[in-house]
C-alpha cells in the first residue's frame, strides 16, 4: 500500500520546489545578452541589432587598461568602466530605430550604435 | 580632448558647485561661518579618491551593476539629507539655536561630501586613464583646470546672485532652485536602478531633444543644473516631481517664521 504520508514528506516537497523554481526559470529565461568590447578606445562591433520592444542585458568589456564611459543620449545610459574590466547594461525596451553610444572619455574615437530592428 | 575635457569637467563640477552655492547662501542667511565648505570638500575628495580607486571591484558587486546601486543610494541618500536641511532651516525653532545650527552644518557637509564623491569618482577615472597616455597631459590638465573654472565660475555667480536678493526673495529662489536639484537626484537614482534592472522601466512621456538636445552646450549646462533630460520615463518625471514638491511643501509651510528670525537676527 502507498503510504501517502511518505510521498508528503518535507524532502519531497523540497524536491518539487527545486524542480518547479528550475523548471521555471528556463522557461522565464533572462533577458539576451549582447557582448561589446573596448580596445584601443574602439568599439567592437561597432554597430550592435537587437530585438526591438525587449529588454536586453549589454556585457561591456574594456580589454583597454584605461577606463572608459559607456554613454548614450538617446538611451539615457552612463557608466564608468574601468580598464581590463566587465559590466552590465540593460537597456530597453526599445522602439525600432537607431541608439548611437560612445565613450565619453575617447568620445572621437569610441563611437558606435545600437539598432533595434523589429 | 582639449574641448571634451572641458565640457566634461565643468559639467560633473558644475551640480557640486551648485549645491556648494545655495547651502553656502542658506548658511549666510543664518549667519553661520562658511568654514564647513572646506571639511566638506576635503571629505569628499578623500572618499572619491577612494570609491575611483575601487571602482573596478564595486563595478562587479550585485552581478556587475554595484557601480549603479552605490550611486543611486548616494543620490537618494542626499535628497533624504536634503529634506533635512530644507526642514532645519526653515523651521526658527532648530535654525536660531546653537544645536540646531551645528546639525544643518553637519547636515551640510554630509551633501556636499556625498555630491562630491560621485562626481568626483568619475573624473579620477578619466584623469587616471588620460594623464598616463603623454600626448594628452597637456591638453587634458589646461582642459580639466579651465573645466573647474567654469563649474566653480558658475557657482560663485549663483551664490553672489542669491545675496544680492532681499530676504524672501533669496529664500524662495534658492528653495526652487535646491527643490529642481533634489528633484533631479532623486530622476538620476531612478535612472540608474532602471538601468541596473532593480527597477522597471516605464514609457519616454516626451522628446524635446528637437527643441533643447542633451548634446548642446546649453543642454548639458541645464543638466548638470537641474537635470535637464530630453526623453525622461513616467518613472523619472514622477520622482522628480514628487521630490521637487516635497522640498517646496517643507520650505514653504513655516515661511513667517523666517521673518521672526530675520527680525531677532537684525534686532
Redesign the interface.
Known amino acids: 500500500m502507498i503510504n501517502y504520508m511518505k510521498i508528503l514528506s518535507w524532502k519531497n516537497f523540497l524536491y518539487l520546489s527545486i524542480g518547479f523554481l528550475t523548471y521555471s526559470s528556463n522557461v522565464i529565461a533572462g533577458?539576451p545578452i549582447i557582448e561589446i568590447e573596448i580596445k584601443d578606445h574602439l568599439f567592437f562591433p561597432s554597430t550592435v541589432e537587437i530585438p526591438a520592444n525587449k529588454?536586453i542585458?549589454l556585457?561591456v568589456k574594456n580589454l583597454d587598461p584605461?577606463?572608459?564611459?559607456f554613454e548614450s543620449?538617446?538611451l539615457?545610459?552612463e557608466?564608468?568602466?574601468?580598464?581590463?574590466?566587465?559590466?552590465?547594461?540593460?537597456i530597453?525596451?526599445l522602439a525600432p530605430g537607431e541608439y548611437p553610444f560612445f565613450g565619453?572619455?575617447y568620445?572621437?574615437t569610441a563611437q558606435g550604435k545600437i539598432v533595434a530592428i523589429e | 580632448m582639449f574641448l571634451n575635457s572641458i565640457a566634461l569637467i565643468s559639467q560633473e563640477v558644475l551640480e557640486a558647485s551648485i549645491l556648494i552655492s545655495i547651502l553656502m547662501a542658506l548658511a549666510k542667511q543664518l549667519q553661520l561661518s562658511q568654514r564647513w565648505v572646506l571639511i566638506a570638500l576635503v571629505m569628499g575628495s578623500i572618499f572619491a579618491f577612494i570609491y575611483g580607486q575601487n571602482m573596478g571591484d564595486v563595478s562587479e558587486w550585485f552581478d556587475y551593476v554595484g557601480q549603479e546601486i552605490v550611486n543611486a543610494s548616494i543620490q537618494l541618500l542626499i535628497v533624504i539629507l536634503m529634506f533635512l536641511a530644507t526642514f532645519l532651516y526653515s523651521h526658527s525653532i532648530f535654525s536660531s539655536n546653537k544645536q540646531g545650527q551645528i546639525i544643518f552644518l553637519a547636515n551640510a557637509i554630509a551633501i556636499v561630501a556625498l555630491a562630491i564623491v560621485r562626481e568626483g569618482a568619475e573624473i579620477y577615472n578619466y584623469l587616471i586613464g588620460a594623464l598616463v597616455q603623454p600626448d594628452y597631459v597637456l591638453t587634458v590638465t589646461a582642459g580639466s583646470l579651465i573645466g573647474t573654472g567654469i563649474g566653480i565660475s558658475i557657482g560663485v555667480l549663483f551664490y553672489y546672485a542669491m545675496g544680492a536678493l532681499t530676504g524672501k526673495k533669496r529664500h524662495i529662489i534658492g528653495l526652487v532652485l535646491f527643490s529642481l536639484i533634489a528633484g533631479s537626484m532623486t530622476s538620476q537614482a531612478i535612472l540608474l536602478l532602471n538601468q541596473a534592472d532593480w527597477l522597471i522601466s516605464t514609457p519616454v512621456l516626451w522628446d524635446s531633444s528637437h527643441l533643447l538636445s542633451e548634446h548642446s552646450l546649453t543642454g548639458r549646462l541645464l543638466y548638470g543644473l537641474i537635470g535637464y533630460e530630453a526623453t525622461p520615463s513616467a518613472l523619472e518625471f514622477a520622482g522628480y516631481l514628487g521630490t521637487a514638491l516635497i522640498i517646496l511643501f517643507i520650505g514653504m509651510k513655516k515661511m513667517p517664521k523666517i521673518k521672526c528670525l530675520e527680525q531677532t537676527i537684525n534686532a
Not at chain 1, 584605461?66 to 564611459?69: G, I, Q
Not at chain 1, 574601468?82 to 540593460?90: E, S
Open positions: 533577458p529588454k542585458k556585457l584605461t577606463p572608459e564611459e543620449y538617446d539615457n545610459r557608466k564608468v568602466i574601468a580598464g581590463n574590466r566587465k559590466v552590465i547594461i540593460f530597453g525596451p565619453e572619455f568620445p572621437k
